[in-house]
T-cell receptor, first 112, second 114 residues
Framework: EAQVTQNPRYLITVTGKKLTVTCSQNMNHEYMSWYRQDPGLGLRQIYYSMNVEVTDKGDVPEGYKVSRKEKRNFPLILESPSPNQTSLYFC???????????FGPGTRLLVL | AQSVTQPDIHITVSEGASLELRCNYSYGATPYLFWYVQSPGQGLQLLLKYFSGDTLVQGIKGFEAEFKRSQSSFNLRKPSVHWSDAAEYFCAVGTNNAGNMLTFGGGTRLMVKP
């Protein structure tokens, strides 16, 4: 089944404790992206990657890092999480040509 | 930069009634337009998309949307709502930029009365 998976689905952590949210897709898509969803703001893009080893900032990149060492994986790294990063995070992938993005199930993060 | 506005934060309709969710966008060129639905605790599912051609687009679950360039709108419609349609709906605009970024509206939460 074609899908985007994220782990973990739920995470509670404390300020300053580094964490990684994994994202993997099995559709051989070149393009991958991370969004955060906050009430009333819809989804905002954090980072995106056009291909392996090619990443760039989206609208709200501060406090986040990403890497793209393999085509299928695009982890999101919070090196020193803060409470304002409490949010619902979505990973998405696309083959680019279709401009249609397929979303993972989301990761709900609470930073205390 | 592009932007998307969904004027209605909450909408309540009776089961069986018709539905229209509004979406207005701002973008200098011809946009790619999408509607996604998010059920409680779920990810986003694509309902339909518009790239070019016929301005009336059919999607899944009986939804349709009409692109009106003169009004910069892409409203979502369904002739008869089912209780299972209760969810949050997001309109999004995509562009030709290298980032392939989707810009989302703030969402409209739909409640369905029995």
């Amino acid at each position: 089944e074609a899908q985007v998976t994220q782990n973990p689905r739920y995470l509670i952590t404390v300020t300053g404790k580094k964490l990684t949210v994994t994202c993997s897709q099995n559709m051989n898509h070149e393009y991958m992206s991370w969004y955060r969803q906050d009430p009333g703001l819809g989804l905002r893009q954090i980072y995106y990657s056009m291909n392996v080893e090619v990443t760039d900032k989206g609208d709200v990149p501060e406090g986040y890092k990403v890497s793209r060492k393999e085509k299928r994986n695009f982890p999101l790294i919070l090196e020193s999480p803060s409470p304002n990063q409490t949010s619902l995070y979505f990973c998405a992938s696309s083959n680019g040509q279709a401009r249609t993005q397929y979303f993972g199930p989301g990761t709900r993060l609470l930073v205390l | 930069a592009q932007s998307v506005t969904q004027p209605d934060i909450h909408i309540t309709v009776s089961e069986g009634a018709s539905l229209e969710l509004r979406c207005n966008y701002s973008y200098g060129a011809t946009p790619y337009l999408f509607w996604y639905v998010q059920s409680p605790g779920q990810g986003l599912q694509l309902l339909l998309k518009y790239f070019s051609g016929d301005t009336l687009v059919q999607g899944i679950k009986g939804f349709e949307a009409e692109f009106k360039r003169s009004q910069s709108s892409f409203n979502l419609r369904k002739p008869s709502v089912h209780w299972s349609d209760a969810a949050e709906y997001f309109c999004a605009v995509g562009t030709n930029n290298a980032g392939n970024m989707l810009t989302f509206g703030g969402g409209t939460r739909l409640m369905v009365k029995p």
